[in-house]
């Protein structure tokens, strides 16, 4: 696609149910990003994937967060166990290599709210 | 300024006047950094660039300015349209690891 994408848009759940965001990144950008954003605030770093691997998860708040990219393509970000705390928009970004110079292209988030 | 809570930096200008948004940032080893425009209910949408070794780059309408000394950056748009206001996050950038600022919403009234 012509940017990065992300499903779904919304996603409302209760509190203790698990949910799953999707990422689609830009095609052929090997490196890929989470974001979470709390209102009024900027993005916070959850974690880095280079190719299939997390090359950095040092942003995940606890360990009912997880992230997959089995083919270094695709992303899921999982998160086990809901809390109302874990409400945000949850956002997307890869860019075309890894490396601290390179620009990161967002997707649209999916905001999830949890009651 | 700062932000604290729902209660972002906010610049009201009036069309066709020129911008000036600021940002102070924490690192002194950050190497890059970076201007995203996030428009409501949008992700961050990439406006311009710069690396340490300059201090002030310029775009269609924007430039960035840089000052290591006393970390500051801003970015300044020319002749500011409606379609400007956004909220606009500054971001540096160091070895991947990317922090945003609380950002500013910029208002622009016709």
């Known amino acids: 696609g012509a940017g990065v994408s992300q499903t779904p848009s919304n996603k409302v759940t209760e509190k203790g149910k698990y949910v799953e965001l999707r990422c689609d990144p830009i095609?052929?950008?090997?490196?890929l990003y989470w974001y979470r954003q709390s209102l009024g605030q900027g993005p916070e770093f959850l974690i880095y994937?280079?190719?299939?691997?997390?090359?950095?998860d040092s942003g995940l708040p606890n360990d009912r967060f997880f992230a997959v990219r089995p083919e270094g393509s695709v992303s899921t970000l999982k998160i086990q166990r809901t809390e109302r705390g874990d409400s945000a928009v949850y956002l997307c970004?890869?860019?075309?290599?890894?490396?601290?110079?390179?620009?990161?292209?967002f997707g649209p988030g999916t905001r999830l709210l949890v009651l | 300024g700062e932000s604290v809570g729902l209660h972002l930096p906010t610049l009201s200008v009036q069309e066709g006047d020129n911008s000036i948004i600021n940002c102070a940032y924490s690192?002194?080893?950050?190497?890059?950094f970076i201007w995203y425009k996030q428009e409501s209910g949008k992700g961050p949408q990439f406006i311009i660039d710069i690396r340490s070794n300059m201090d002030k780059r310029q775009g269609q309408r924007v430039t960035v300015l840089l000052n290591k000394t006393v970390k500051h950056l801003s970015l300044q748009i020319a002749a500011t349209q409606p379609g400007d206001s956004a909220v606009y996050f500054c971001?540096?950038?160091?070895?991947?690891?990317?922090?945003f600022g609380a950002g500013t919403r910029l208002t622009v009234k016709p």
């Open positions: 690192n002194s080893a950050s190497d890059y």
């Open positions: 095609s052929g950008h090997t490196a």
């Open positions: 994937f280079q190719g299939t691997g997390a090359a950095d």
């Open positions: 970004a890869s860019s075309l290599n890894p490396g601290g110079h390179e620009t990161q292209y």
């Open positions: 971001a540096e950038n160091r070895n991947n690891d990317m922090r």
